[in-house]
């Protein structure tokens, strides 16, 4: 198994971007140079996903999606005053879900288990936590799995893929897209084949043949305004059980202004479920674009958030343009 990971502090971060960067400027000529939308000519899209080598691969799902997009919303200033950027759909998504679902490394943290980690000036392991459930019927005595998605856009295909594997997922996002999310949930939703849906946001439930639940549901959350106290925090956040609970983001670390409110955001969930006796971590996928930009992140993360963030070192991911880190609390 090649994956590691690394655990970052206020000295390694430098270290940490220079090699990524000095990779990028290197190999700038095989990689794409644009700014991540998937397509900037197509209101609607179609992406699937199977695994790479159908014979070895542990999975054998694969997910076909349709998906609207508004790329007039997208250049509209007036929609949505902190960002329209969720209105089209950004690669850092896609690049996410096949690894997760195909990748040997994305393997364990579906399922969950230890992986070597660097930790200067030592070496030690990290157990993983699953984020999905099992997939058996006897499910009255296990842990609950629920996934949260910040800032998920409005293509939702992260819900609908994982929403076969785990118990409760919210998407969460600004109020403003939310419906056009909501719709393209409603046309993709066949692709959650192997649990019955319920929810109580989007308008329908949707029967299958087995016992195993989703509940999936879509919340209007704004970091700027978020509040994780105990009384206040929405009731969708909350796991119907003991949980796992993984908080996905992708593409949100790309505008300074936002670094602050995301990580005061994903800290106060992290320590909230932590409180009550879940077990919560992140997985961040950020595209790598303006280096100061993911530097101030970082930093903020870990000298002002005291968070725990490791870079999920997997030659899958180093070749490409993306950084895939691990974050949990102290
Ligand atoms: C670059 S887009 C990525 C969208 C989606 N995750 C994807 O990969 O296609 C950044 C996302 O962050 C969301 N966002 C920006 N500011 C936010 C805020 N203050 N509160 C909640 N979400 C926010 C945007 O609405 C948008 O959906």
């Not at 790479?52 to 929609?79: G, I, M, V, W, Y």
């Not at 939702?156 to 897209?177: F, H, M, R, S």
């Not at 046309?187 to 084949?193: G, K």
Request: charged content about 20%; proline content about 3%; aromatic content about 10%.
């Amino acid at each position: 198994m090649d994956v590691k990971l690394k655990l970052l502090n206020e000295d390694t971060i430098y270290e940490h971007l220079f090699e990524r960067y000095s990779f990028l400027q290197k190999h700038a000529e095989s990689l794409k140079q644009d700014l991540g939308i998937v397509s900037r000519s197509d209101a609607s899209l179609e992406l699937n996903f199977e695994p790479p080598d159908k014979k070895t691969c542990h999975r054998a799902e694969t997910f076909s999606f349709e998906l609207s997009q508004s790329l007039s919303a997208l250049n509209s200033s007036q929609d949505n005053s902190n960002s329209t950027t969720g209105y089209v759909v950004w690669t850092t998504t896609p690049f996410f879900l096949q690894w997760l679902l195909y990748s040997e490394a994305g393997r364990i943290f579906t399922i969950g288990g230890s992986i070597d980690c660097e930790d200067e000036p030592s070496s030690s392991t990290c157990e993983i936590p699953a984020m999905f459930s099992s997939s058996s019927i006897e499910i009255e005595d296990q842990q609950f799995h629920q996934v949260i998605e910040l800032g998920c856009g409005v293509c939702g295909i992260l819900g609908i893929a994982l929403g076969n594997y785990v118990d409760k997922y919210v998407y969460t996002d600004q109020k403003a897209l939310l419906n056009r999310l909501k719709n393209n949930i409603a046309h993709n939703i066949d692709e959650l084949r192997l649990r019955n849906v319920t929810s109580t946001t989007l308008g329908f439930d949707s029967r299958r043949k087995t016992p195993l639940q989703i509940q999936i549901d879509v919340l209007s959350l704004d970091w700027e305004t978020f509040n994780a106290n105990p009384t206040k925090i929405d009731s969708l956040l909350k796991p119907n059980r003991t949980a796992n609970v993984s908080i996905v983001s992708m593409d949100v670390v790309y505008n300074e202004y936002l670094i602050e409110p995301y990580l005061k955001t994903l800290s106060s969930l992290l320590e909230y479920y932590e409180r009550m006796g879940h077990v919560p971590n992140a997985l961040l996928g950020i595209q790598l674009r303006d280096q100061d930009v993911v530097e101030r992140f970082l930093e903020c993360a870990i000298i002002d958030y005291h968070l725990k963030v490791y870079v999920i070192m997997d030659p899958v991911i180093e070749v490409t343009r993306f950084g895939l880190y691990y974050i949990k609390l102290q």
